[in-house]
């Protein structure tokens, strides 16, 4: 072969594997992008899941809510036991008698 053919024969060849990688690059963009618009005419910004976690946020702030009243409420009630045993205590030694519960 002749020096010159060789070397159009070499540039074909390096313009075809450019060429190729071309190709895949651009068949590749083409798929992730296609996939993202795919997935975000199925899913888009998730707008039913937002609002379904949204508002079982809200339920869990009002069950924390009511869980802490009842603690309070158990709390008080508690004391008051531990107060009317004590003055139930007292009054039976004042009287000196044994009182039944």
């Given at each position: 072969?002749a ?23 651009v068949?590749?963009?083409v798929?992730?992008?296609?996939g993202?618009?795919?997935?975000f ?5 998730a ?23 009842l ?14 045993e ?5 009054l039976q ?5 044994q009182?039944a519960?």
């Amino acid at each position: 072969m002749a020096p010159a053919t060789q070397a159009i024969s070499e540039r074909q060849q390096l313009q075809e594997k450019l060429w190729t990688y071309a190709q895949r690059a651009v068949v590749l963009l083409v798929a992730v992008g296609v996939g993202v618009f795919i997935g975000f005419q199925l899913w888009g910004e998730a707008a039913s899941l937002r609002q379904e976690v949204r508002e079982l946020r809200d339920r869990v702030a009002m069950r924390e809510k009511e869980r802490d009243t009842l603690k309070s409420q158990m709390a008080i009630v508690d004391r008051d036991k531990k107060e009317l045993e004590k003055r139930f205590q007292d009054l039976q030694s004042r009287c000196g008698t044994q009182l039944a519960p």
